[in-house]
């Protein structure tokens, strides 16, 4: 591993975001997180943030909305859509961060890709927050987590339809 300060600007901004967005979801809670899981977070960003190429990343995103989920007891907070896109936004820093060694620079074409994407992703959060609250009283507290994953299924396979063939794929 290389000394941080060779780090090109592009990976720091990146990894930067990996060990802080996650925990946002937490600031915003309406709740307080148990400290032990606090730790656990931090801690898992911060090695996300130092090799992001190892799984340990989806997993803390997995665990910041499980939370969010079943222990939140009102979920359908305007809030969570800040949470929604601090982990859509932790997602693709970690994408861009596994990009290449820490000291090349992010392309600025892909950095421009990526944060499109992550955009285009995060649209189903609020629409899936307005069907939420238009349904008014009674909602259920997981009816905002299922619809959120319904729409993210629904992307990825639509996602998977428009991809682009890779060189392996049409050799």
């Known amino acids: 591993m290389t000394s ?16 802080v967005l996650p925990s946002v979801a937490f600031l915003v809670a309406p709740v307080q997180p148990p400290v032990l899981l606090v730790l656990l977070v931090v801690g ?3 090695a996300w943030a130092v090799l992001p190429e190892l799984p340990v990343g989806p997993l803390v995103l997995l665990t ?15 809030g ?33 890709m990526w944060v499109r994407r992550g955009l285009l992703a995060y649209v189903p959060a609020p629409v899936a927050y307005a069907v939420v609250v ?20 629904l992307g990825l396979v639509v996602g998977m339809q ?8 049409t050799s």
């Open 44 to 46: 898992a960003s911060c």
């Open 134 to 153: 238009g349904h008014g009283e009674g909602v259920q507290p997981l009816m905002w987590p299922l619809a959120v994953g319904v729409l993210a299924v």
């Open 4 to 19: 941080w300060r060779s780090w090109s600007r592009s990976q720091v901004a990146c990894r930067i975001l990996l060990a």
């Open 80 to 112: 969570v859509l800040l949470v929604a896109l601090a982990l859509t936004g932790a997602h693709v820093a970690g994408l861009l961060a596994a990009y290449g060694p820490v000291r090349a620079a992010l392309d600025r074409r892909l950095v421009t």
């Open 64 to 78: 910041v909305m499980g939370w969010w989920a079943l222990k939140v007891p009102d979920p359908v907070r305007p």
């Open 162 to 169: 428009f991809r682009e063939p890779s060189d392996a794929e």
